[in-house]
């Protein structure tokens, strides 16, 4: 980090004068994160940008992993149900971590606010997807093991992740990656309508419709689909990201305290 801001660089709670100032410090009238402040403006400190590397970097693995649970659940036999899970698990974990990197990272809102935020959304996550393994790896079947999933409270959790997750990294990629802006609104759509089949699903799964299994595969073609869109997506910040690092390392100390590119984009 360097030693000041931007010159122009206002606290968003009590517009005081931050020139000079370190961006990892808090604002000397009210006690407001500088780091917030740069970021209700549209500025991206390079922690942050570094941060969202390594968020895209985890969700591609959640989305292979999710891809290959899709894959096994197709062709699976009852021996597969240990490797099922453990695919399950390694899909859960780099979920959860992509999902709370993207929000630390892209998120406008207070780092009190992010952190309330990220800390329930991981312990709910957390448990969920214990529990869910657990049961997995109790159970006798294939077919047991897809009815503890959807029934489970781990799919709703995904939901709230996936759609959290989506909604920060497609903004990112719209103000740091303009020209994939139309890319990433469809990533978003097409995110939305797989949770709204979920939630459909497993309002099937009360009833005896002969639809389940067909809504069942839709669900989960469209949801993998709107993965590897997002993930596809959210490589485009990759060379941007370099780039940024390349030329802050390049430049003199000023560089790093603007924090680097802004954004055109409003919460």
């Known amino acids: 980090m360097a030693d000041g801001t931007d010159a122009h660089l206002l606290c968003a709670r009590c517009e005081y004068d931050l020139a000079t100032l370190a961006a990892e410090d808090h604002c000397p009238e009210c006690g407001y994160s500088i780091d917030d402040s740069m970021r209700v403006i549209g500025l991206w400190r390079l922690a942050r940008l570094r941060r969202l590397r390594t968020a895209v970097s985890t969700f591609t693995m959640a989305t292979i992993s999710w891809t290959v649970f899709a894959i096994f659940l197709a062709i699976a036999t ?36 992010r952190m309330a935020f990220m800390l329930a959304l991981a312990a709910l996550a957390l448990i969920a997807a214990t529990a ?20 489970g409270s781990a799919c709703l959790l995904r939901c709230a992740l996936l759609g959290t997750l989506v909604w920060w990294m497609m903004r990112a990629v719209a103000t740091l990656a303009p020209e994939w802006s139309r890319f990433a609104s469809a990533a978003i759509g097409l995110t939305a309508i797989a949770l709204v089949l979920w939630f459909v699903l497993i309002g099937l ?12 595969v839709a669900t989960i073609v469209v949801d993998v689909i709107a993965s590897v869109m997002t993930a596809a997506a959210g490589r485009t910040l990759i060379p ?18 603007r924090g680097g590119p802004a954004d055109s984009a409003g919460e």
């Open 78 to 113: 009852d021996s597969m149900r240990v490797l099922i899970a453990l695919t399950l698990a390694a899909h859960a974990v780099t979920l959860i971590v992509a999902s709370l990197l993207t929000t630390s990272a892209a998120s406008r809102q207070s780092t009190r606010a």
């Open 205 to 216: 799964l009360f009833s005896s419709s002969t639809l389940l299994d067909a809504i069942g």
């Open 240 to 257: 941007v990201i370099r780039a940024e690092l390349r030329s802050e390392r390049a430049a003199p100390p000023a560089a790093e305290a």
């Open 132 to 151: 869910t393994v657990v049961l997995s790896l109790r159970i006798r079947s294939v077919d047991e093991l897809v009815g503890a999933f959807v029934l």
